[in-house]
């Protein structure tokens, strides 16, 4: 992971050098300056840090979606056993 973000590093300084060498703009008559390339930068790296710590709570977040689906599959079962209607019998001793 560490890597993955030293390679990011090198290249955002590279193509941000490059930018600034070719003095290219970045809107009509504006050039990019050192202040804009560092901090798109550390922009792009903070923001991919915290994509990737999003990862275990992803999961946990998955993990109760199943967990509420099976919930409400045992809540909306329709008994077999139907006590509440008229003519059924219901058994006021039960053994064993």
Known sequence: MFL?????????????????WNDVESSP???????????VLFCVVFGAMMLGGAGP?????????VAGRVAFEAIDQIPTI???EKGSTQVDNITG
């Open 57 to 65: 709570h992803l999961n946990a977040i998955g993990e109760g979606r």
């Open 82 to 84: 139907k006590v509440n």
């Open 29 to 39: 008559g504006v050039v990019y300056s050192g202040g804009k390339i560092a901090g």
């Open 4 to 20: 993955s973000f030293f390679v990011l590093y090198a290249y955002a300084f590279y193509f941000g050098g490059v930018l600034r």
